[in-house]
C-alpha cells in the first residue's frame, strides 16, 4: 500500500524559508502528477502547487513567486521550497496526487510562521 510521509515543517519568523518534503513508499511520485496542499485552521484545505510527470508547474496564486514544487523520482520525494514566508502560509501543508486519493492522505507537517 502506498503511503506519503510528509516532513520538514516547524516555526519559522515572517521572510524566513523552509524545504518541505513528501516520501513516497511507491513510485507514486515518479508516476503520478503530484500537488501540495495546505489547511489553516479554520479553512478548507486547498491546493497549494502541482507538478506534472513531465515537470510542468503550477501554483496558488497567493504563493506565486515564493514557492517552488520539485520533483525527485529518483528519491520518490515531492519537495516544497518556500520563501519568503507569511503569517498567512500557516497551516498543515499535505502531499497528494494533483486528483487527491482519500486513501493517501497523511498527517502532514505543520507550518507556523510568527509575525
Known amino acids: 500500500q502506498v503511503q506519503l510521509v510528509e516532513s520538514g515543517g516547524g516555526l519559522v519568523q515572517s521572510g524566513g524559508s523552509l524545504r518541505l518534503s513528501c516520501a513516497a513508499s511507491?513510485?507514486?511520485?515518479?508516476?503520478?502528477?503530484m500537488a501540495w496542499y495546505r489547511q489553516a485552521p479554520g479553512k478548507q484545505r486547498e491546493l497549494v502547487a502541482t507538478?506534472?510527470?513531465?515537470?510542468?508547474?503550477n501554483y496558488a496564486d497567493s504563493v506565486k513567486g515564493r514557492i517552488t514544487i520539485v520533483r525527485d523520482n529518483a528519491k520518490n520525494t515531492v519537495y516544497l521550497r518556500m520563501n519568503s514566508l507569511k503569517p498567512e502560509d500557516t497551516a498543515v501543508y499535505y502531499c497528494?496526487?494533483?486528483?487527491?486519493?482519500?486513501?493517501?492522505w497523511g498527517q502532514g507537517t505543520q507550518v507556523t510562521v510568527s509575525s
Open positions: 507538478i506534472t510527470s513531465g515537470g510542468e508547474t
Open positions: 511507491g513510485n507514486i511520485c515518479s508516476a503520478y502528477a
Open positions: 497528494n496526487t494533483a486528483r487527491p486519493r482519500f486513501g493517501l
